[in-house]
């Protein structure tokens, strides 16, 4: 599982997605999972796609969970 790339969809100054950067690390570093954080503010696409929803935390184009950490999802 090591070779896994998570997305975090993410706004600036959003409380949820700070507490969804900040929960995360430790079981990324448990697991060797890289993370790449997407802020959305400035993509209209991204905007449209995510506005409501964020943070949204996608492994590829799977969508794992939004709004709250799920960690059972995220072990799968």
Same mark, same amino acid.
């Given at each position: 599982?090591?070779?896994?790339?998570?997305? @975090?969809?993410?706004?600036?100054?959003?409380?949820?997605?700070?507490?969804?950067?900040?929960?995360? $690390?430790?079981?990324?570093?448990?697991?060797?999972?890289?993370?790449?954080?997407?802020?959305?503010? *400035?993509?209209?696409? @991204?905007?449209?796609?995510?506005?409501? @929803?964020? $943070?949204?935390?996608?492994?590829?184009? *799977?969508?794992?969970?939004?709004?709250?950490?799920?960690? *059972?999802?995220?072990?799968?």
């Amino acid at each position: 599982m090591s070779s896994t790339q998570l997305t @975090l969809y993410s706004r600036l100054g959003c409380h949820l997605c700070e507490d969804m950067e900040a929960i995360l $690390p430790p079981y990324l570093e448990q697991t060797g999972i890289s993370l790449d954080i997407v802020y959305i503010d *400035k993509n209209d696409n @991204l905007e449209q796609l995510y506005g409501t @929803l964020v $943070p949204v935390l996608k492994a590829g184009e *799977k969508e794992i969970c939004h709004y709250f950490l799920d960690i *059972k999802a995220l072990q799968q």
